[in-house]
Nanobody, 127 residues
Framework: VQLQAFGGGLVQAGGSLRLSCAAS????????MGWFRQAPGKEREFVAA????????YIAPSVEGRFTISRANANDTVFLQMNSLKREDTALYYC?????????????????????WGQGTLVTVSS
């Protein structure tokens, strides 16, 4: 499975961006896909995840109410809509995927549970 993320850029605080991640290869309805981010000098942080089977989502408290994750099954793409961006949202954003072997497995924020990773896309929020 290959993941390609895009959509990052420079945005002013309070603005919006939408990140996309396209999956190719042996995708499955038993996939979970997620977004993580890593700011300079900080640990990688979970942002959001979506269950491919039914669109169930899990959003990190730090971004809940501002970010939403969704998927487009038709073209194996996951989106991260980021609104009301803050300077502390500045980071390299990575998409990730895991094959669970089950349709309804609970979503996880643990990075080491995700086997497939895309390249990062940089989001910079200016004041």
């Amino acid at each position: 499975v290959q993941l390609q993320a895009f959509g990052g850029g420079l945005v002013q605080a309070g603005g919006s961006l939408r990140l996309s991640c396209a999956a190719s290869g042996r995708t499955s309805s038993k996939f979970h896909m997620g977004w993580f981010r890593q700011a300079p000098g900080k640990e990688r942080e979970f942002v959001a995840a979506v269950r491919w089977y039914d669109g169930n989502t899990y959003i990190a408290p730090s971004v809940e109410g501002r970010f939403t994750i969704s998927r487009a099954n038709a073209n194996d793409t996951v989106f991260l809509q980021m609104n009301s961006l803050k300077r502390e949202d500045t980071a390299l954003y990575y998409c990730a995927a895991r094959y669970t072997g089950a349709l309804r497995l609970t979503l996880t924020k643990e990075a080491n549970s995700y086997k497939y990773w895309g390249q990062g896309t940089l989001v910079t929020v200016s004041s």
